[in-house]
């Protein structure tokens, strides 16, 4: 799995001009699902993003979590993360799992985040319009298979 971790003020997520998730402060998360992936990535996934400290604490450092703060989390499925970019203009997206895989592994991700805080997500496959405010900056990028 490939998922861009955004520190967020704020997000929201447009379906059709309506809105379907929205949450404040929390992290907005881009996820990406690859044809080898299983339950031991969503797992470790899991894992790193309801532990990782990266909210400021009262001296300003990095050392809370998503938890900590009682934030949200808005998760949003995005297979064109596993873009193939090597060749021409036009990139290709063989890299991404197949759908019915993807969207099982995403809804248990959404699911087991969702014993640790709220969970908002968009709807699989769907055009999405997705605005945010981006705190920090702050944007890591989370690969299940580089541990």
């Not at 064109?80 to 060749?87: E, N």
């Not at 496959?125 to 989370?142: E, K």
Request: aromatic share 6%; no cysteine.
């Amino acid at each position: 799995m490939r998922i861009v971790i955004q520190r967020v003020r704020e997000a929201a997520v447009t379906i059709e001009q309506q809105v379907h998730g929205q949450i404040q402060q929390g992290l907005l998360l881009l996820v990406g699902v690859g044809p080898d992936d299983g339950k031991e990535d969503v797992d470790y996934a899991v894992r790193k993003i309801a532990h990782m400290r990266i909210f400021s604490d009262e001296e300003g450092k990095m050392n809370r979590s998503v938890q900590d703060i009682g934030g949200q989390i808005l998760s949003i499925s995005q297979f064109t993360l596993f873009a193939d970019t090597k060749k021409g203009n036009r990139p290709a997206f063989t890299g991404a799992a197949v759908p019915a895989l993807a969207k099982k592994l995403y809804e248990e991700l959404n699911q087991a985040l969702g014993a640790f805080v709220p969970v908002q997500t968009g709807i699989f496959g769907a055009d999405m319009q997705v605005s945010l405010i981006n705190d920090g900056p702050v944007t890591i990028l989370l690969d299940t298979k580089n541990k």
